[in-house]
């Protein structure tokens, strides 16, 4: 875009129609880039939408200096990068939760996938400091030692909530139509 530089500066001092103007010209190829990858619709669109969060935070520090367009798929890129990293550990969830059902079988794999969307729903359905203690764990990968340093709480207590979390999903999570779904397609 010709008049990035003007558009950024005005959104450093919190143009809002600078914002809509840089919105309305990079969301559409924020969107292809994140269905390229991420392969979903939604996906894509929560991509947009986190980018522009993102930037509308940061605004006070863009750099006139630098590429605006580079700027934006960098954060683009490591958003992608880190919903991967997401998906990977919760796909290790359920591995855990449900291991006869994790094989790469396209009838097991659609069962599969509707596992996953299941865990995913039961941990937005926690109580936000918890949710918050379980991803620390799970999907950032920190210990509890340091999850209990950035909360606040003891690390046995950080211990006993993501084990009260995973016996939870474990109790939630539908697997008792699997068998007779997988039974029935053995049969075909």
Do not use: C
């Not at 143009?15 to 309305?24: E, Q, R």
């Not at 935070?57 to 200096?65: G, I, S, T």
């Not at 880190?82 to 359920?94: D, L, N, P, T």
């Not at 990968?141 to 979390?165: M, R």
């Amino acid at each position: 875009m010709k008049n990035d530089k003007v558009l950024i500066k005005k959104l450093s001092k919190g143009d809002i129609k600078a914002f809509d103007a840089l919105f309305g010209y990079y969301s559409h190829k924020l969107y292809a880039f994140g269905l390229k990858y991420l392969k979903s619709e939604t996906d894509a669109e929560e991509l947009v939408q986190e980018v522009f969060i993102k930037i509308w935070k940061k605004r006070e520090a863009l750099n006139l200096d630098k590429s605006f367009h580079s700027y934006v798929f960098t954060i683009a890129y490591n958003q992608i990068k880190k919903q991967f990293e997401k998906r990977q550990m919760i796909s290790g969830m359920v591995d855990v939760l449900a291991p006869d059902v994790a094989d790469n079988s396209t009838e097991k794999s659609i069962l599969y996938r509707n596992i996953l969307h299941q865990v995913i729903d039961l941990i937005n359905e926690l109580p936000a400091k918890k949710k918050r203690i379980f991803e620390m764990s799970r999907f950032e990968g920190l210990a509890s030692k340091e999850i209990a340093e950035k909360v606040g709480l003891a690390p046995k207590t950080i211990d006993n909530q993501i084990s009260e979390v995973i016996h939870y999903l474990r109790d939630l999570v539908d697997i008792s139509d699997i068998a007779v779904v997988l039974l029935f397609l053995e049969l075909l």
